[in-house]
């Protein structure tokens, strides 16, 4: 069986493949101390991957926007593991615009067949943005837990960069400030999560260029 490293890496690279194949990468010219990719496209506003690898620790983050005009969920995944256990797994598809999106309601019912041996209680901040059908693995050593969430990861992926193309068409009409401000607010909110400095801490011993990261790439807001 795979061990968690290898498995994580074939997942992040499937879905930078995906990203690759439906939208292009922006130029970054600042130079982060991991892996960094900005892509925008014709399905999404905007598509952020970032992940880096070290003896000890894994970590990977994937957030996809959609077109301002379009109400569908924001599509987010987060992994953060080491040697033999997954630290955290976090994957939904978050409101931004109407919170009854048929892509929610399919999410909801593809990820509830899953039983994760840990599950994890979520603060008020993430209480705020994410649904409540939002995976969230905690400290578990099953193999078969981040074999099912790197599976999803893909699989959703695949069905949201597809149907975002099909409601894009149909969005037009909607009010664009109603989509701005709920994508801003789930971007205000995951900067409230205190563990994303200490985690990046690992990675980068400079504070400034942490809280630049958090600021400008992670969860940019809009104007």
């Keep these: 069986m795979k061990d968690i490293f290898q498995t994580l890496k074939e997942c992040e690279e499937t879905l930078l ?3 690759v194949q439906t939208g292009t990468e922006v130029p970054d010219h600042h130079e982060w101390p991991w ?3 900005v892509f925008e496209s014709p399905y999404y506003r905007r598509a952020h991957l970032d992940a880096v690898q070290t003896d000890k620790l894994y970590m990977f983050h994937l957030c996809i926007f959609p077109q301002v005009y379009n109400p569908a969920p924001i599509y987010g ?3 953060i593991a080491g040697k033999n256990i997954v630290s955290g797994a976090f994957h939904d598809f978050s409101t931004a615009g109407d919170d009854e999106h048929y892509m929610m309601n399919w999410f909801a019912k593809k990820v509830k067949p899953y039983n994760w041996s840990k599950t994890r209680e ?3 901040w ?6 409540p059908s939002m995976i969230a693995v905690s400290r578990s050593k099953e193999p078969q837990d981040y074999i099912n969430f790197c599976n999803l990861a893909v ?3 695949d069905y949201y960069l597809k149907e975002l193309n099909v409601c894009n068409a149909h969005a037009l009409d909607y009010e664009q ?6 994508q801003n607010w789930y971007c205000k909110n995951q900067k409230e999560n205190p563990h994303t400095p200490k985690v990046m801490s690992n990675f980068c011993d400079d504070e400034e260029t942490v ?3 958090i600021e400008e790439c992670l969860f940019p807001e809009m104007k």
Excluded at 126 to 131: K, P, R
Excluded at 177 to 182: A, G, K, L, Y
């Design 126 to 131: 993430a209480q705020n943005i994410f649904s």
């Design 17 to 19: 493949d995906q990203l």
């Design 122 to 124: 979520l603060p008020k």
């Design 211 to 213: 809280r630049k990261f």
């Design 177 to 182: 400030h109603f989509t701005v401000d709920d």
């Design 77 to 79: 995944v987060d992994v």
């Design 155 to 157: 699989e959703n992926l």
């Design 35 to 37: 892996r960094n990719y």
